[in-house]
């Protein structure tokens, strides 16, 4: 999981402040620790005199990064996730992990730290270290997690079925009551008579390959597999989704691999980690109990022990089908909102993807696009959206009054994350013929949180062929200055959010006003959504911005029934 976004940075003088009100209370601090402007700990010392630790036994080790600290094993965060937070300048909030101290004492700590900016506009982390001793191990639910239990030991592990298991469970459930994140315990049931070990041994295999380093397996039986998938979504549909294409991965997987007429019967059980239940044994026993609803069923492969949930899952499966069917059916259409300046004359639009579903109608994006995000779909309808945008910036050009138009496509993080994105923007605009001046690529914040370097990569390549970039939804993610600073962007584009009440509420006009200001020093162009009233858009005009876009000029459209 990542850590929750600070969003101020310290100097020394609040520092300690900190430390005591917003991070941890004074007197749980054990341990100040620093690092330098490469995320390197430079320093670690004890916080108190008399502590309960000898003093060179520090949790963290001089000289090394962070995310590199060989004595730590992570519990709710990943080392990747560590390091991309530093680049990005977010602060660290009540990381949890288990220190391997140098008397062999297994400990856990909780580290906190500040994005703190020092002279010349560098940042560094500095804060403070919560050390729990042995006993309260224990009663933070962490344990020791060994991966699978060895093939060649059946038999010896037979005593100790669901003990390990049990473990990792205990550990999600501290994990969501600490931090609100959702784990699911996943149940694998291959129905062969006799039980078939080279059956077994190929599914803990493909499991075991799917699996991330937080999560465990185990073998539960003979023909039995238990898995806790560790902080899979905030919310219980998300976390039963991705559980349940694990689980169909798998399935799929064992029947594509059988031989002839010899297809497994697999199926598997979901529950997820979350209250009311407070106890592993119960979540495990879930998981199995769903796994004997699958034997009822004629398709679901798999099951959710919440009947409710499952409803819900199931009401999104069928609506990820029905996903598939509509790209190859071509039943999305482009609406387009106009754009204008401060003359009020238009000068371009915003690509906006609708479902003209054959019986529903049209299907609101609210709808459909968090499950085609969730599912992966959302790669395939950004390729769809961006092609058809360069086919309309072609006939725009042909047009003597829209030829200098252009068309803003918003980017989901995760069709910019895909390797080919740049290939492919380049190639839908050589296929189309579309000037890349008149096309813009709106990116979210989230974009920039992992993979910075890698962003800019692509951007910059993209920026020179003609293409212009613009930061969506600003002010309501991480809006890093550091990065905002370093990124090829033309334009801020400044969320609806703010503009709602901004001729009536001081924070929101203050908010606008500095957005613009900063836009302004950076060089980089503004354009307000959610306009509706002649009031937010007089204020936005006499504030500096120059691009304005919403109701009061025209709602999304088919082009057919713009002028």
Not at 260 to 275: E, F, H, K, N, R
Not at 305 to 320: F, G, Q
Not at 470 to 475: E, I, K, Q
Not at 486 to 509: C, E, G, M, T
Request: one cysteine or more; a negative charge; glycine letters at 6%.
């Amino acid at each position: 999981m990542h850590p929750q976004p600070f969003t101020r940075h310290l100097d020394g003088s609040q520092r300690a402040a900190s430390l005591e009100a917003d991070v941890l209370p004074r007197s749980a601090v054990d341990w100040l620790w620093k690092s330098d402007n490469q995320g390197v700990v430079i320093q670690c010392l004890q916080a108190t005199d008399g502590g309960m630790l000898d003093p060179l036994e520090a949790p963290l080790s001089v000289g090394s990064p962070l995310w590199g600290q060989t004595q730590i094993d992570w519990f709710n965060i990943l080392p990747e996730s560590i390091q991309a937070g530093f680049l990005a300048q977010q602060p660290l909030r009540n990381v949890v992990a288990s220190w391997s101290s140098g008397s062999d004492t297994r400990l856990c700590v909780v580290i906190n730290g500040d994005v703190v900016e020092t002279t010349g506009g560098s940042f560094h982390w500095e804060g403070g270290i919560s050390v729990s001793p042995p006993a309260s191990l224990t009663a933070l639910q962490l344990h020791p997690h060994p991966s699978t239990t060895p093939l060649g030991h059946r038999e010896a592990a037979s005593s100790m079925v669901g003990r390990t298991i049990t473990n990792r469970i205990e550990d999600a459930l501290t994990l969501g009551q600490r931090f609100q994140r959702h784990s699911a315990v996943l149940v694998v049931k291959l129905h062969a008579s006799p039980p078939d070990p080279a059956l077994l041994d190929k599914a803990v295999m493909l499991l075991e390959t799917a699996l991330r380093p937080e999560d465990v397996m185990e073998i539960l039986g003979p023909d039995e597999i238990g898995a806790v998938l560790l902080d899979l979504g905030d919310t219980p549909l998300a976390t039963a989704a991705a559980a349940r294409l694990m689980a169909m991965r798998l399935i799929t997987a064992l029947n594509s691999s059988a031989a002839g007429d010899s297809q497994p019967d697999c199926t598997a059980g979901l529950a997820l980690v979350a209250p009311p239940v407070t106890h592993a044994a119960n979540v495990l026993k879930q998981a199995r109990d769903a796994v004997v609803h699958t034997r009822w069923q004629i398709a679901p492969h798999v099951w959710v022990s919440d009947p409710n949930l499952h409803r819900d899952l199931t009401s999104r499966v069928v609506l990820e089908s029905e996903l598939q069917h509509a790209l190859k059916a071509d039943e999305f259409v482009l609406h387009y909102q106009p754009v204008v300046n401060v003359q009020g004359e238009v000068v371009g639009a915003e690509a906006l993807i609708r479902w003209h579903h054959p019986q529903r109608g049209m299907v609101s994006p609210a709808h459909f696009i968090p499950a085609a995000e969730e599912s992966g779909l959302i790669v395939q309808l950004g390729r769809w959206v961006l092609r058809n945008a360069c086919k309309q910036l072609a006939q725009w050009a042909r047009i003597p009054y829209k030829a200098n138009w252009t068309i803003a496509v918003n980017v989901s993080a995760k069709q910019f994350a895909q390797a080919s994105f740049v290939d492919e923007v380049l190639g839908a605009l050589s296929e189309t013929g579309a000037n890349p001046r008149r096309l813009k690529l709106e990116l979210t914040e989230s974009v920039m949180v992992t993979k910075v370097e890698e962003a800019i990569t692509k951007m910059t390549v993209l920026q020179e062929q003609g293409l212009k970039f613009s930061l969506d939804d600003f002010g309501t993610g991480y809006s890093s200055l550091s990065y905002l600073k370093r990124l090829p962007l033309q334009q801020l584009k400044i969320d609806q959010s703010f503009v709602r009440d901004i001729h009536k509420d001081p924070n929101d006009a203050a908010i606008v006003k500095t957005i613009l200001a900063l836009a302004h020093s950076l060089e980089l162009s503004v354009i307000a959504e959610g306009v509706e009233t002649t009031e937010q858009e007089l204020f936005l005009i006499s504030a500096g911005c120059r691009f304005m876009q919403g109701y009061l000029y025209g709602k999304p459209a088919p082009i057919e029934q713009w002028p």
